[in-house]
């Protein structure tokens, strides 16, 4: 169901779930299907320190980001770099990725990809530990 009215709701009522492969990554969609968001789903990464989600791409969507809180290293198809607060991130569909918490705070990023479109995800690399 498509949504046709405007939605303001706090971050703090979408419970956080667990990355796959991922111990110490958690999810919360902000606004996605159960809100019938119609082009977009808003999601909320937190990597906890030393937590890692592990290299995988997806053929068919990009995700655009923006670090709100900490420091994450980020591959883009095999090239690292580093993502702070105030940085934003463009992942083009296909792109390889991996992100890792290296710091002593919680990194915190918005992660929007397209709805309608049905995506994999492509492990690249086995579940840290």
């Known amino acids: ?7 303001v709701k706090p971050m ?5 779930e667990q990355v ?6 958690t999810i919360q969609v902000l606004l996605g299907p159960a809100d ?21 791409r997806h053929d068919t969507i990009e995700h655009e980001q923006v670090v709100l809180d900490g ?10 770099r580093v993502a702070q607060k ?10 390889a990725h991996w992100y ?3 710091g002593a705070s919680p990194c915190r990023f918005i992660c929007i990809i397209p ?11 086995e579940a840290p530990g």
Do not use: K, Q
């Open 36 to 56: 019938g968001m119609p082009n977009f789903h808003t999601r909320l990464f937190t990597l906890e320190p030393g937590a890692r989600i592990p290299e995988h």
């Open 1 to 7: 169901m498509m949504s046709n009215e405007p939605i």
């Open 71 to 80: 420091e994450m290293a980020i591959a883009l198809d095999g090239a690292e």
């Open 20 to 25: 796959p492969r991922s111990p110490g990554a």
């Open 100 to 102: 890792e918490n290296r």
């Open 115 to 125: 709805a309608g479109i049905e995506y994999g995800t492509e492990w690249l690399e």
């Open 12 to 16: 703090t009522v979408v419970p956080p």
């Open 86 to 95: 105030g940085d934003c991130v463009y992942i083009p569909a296909g792109c």
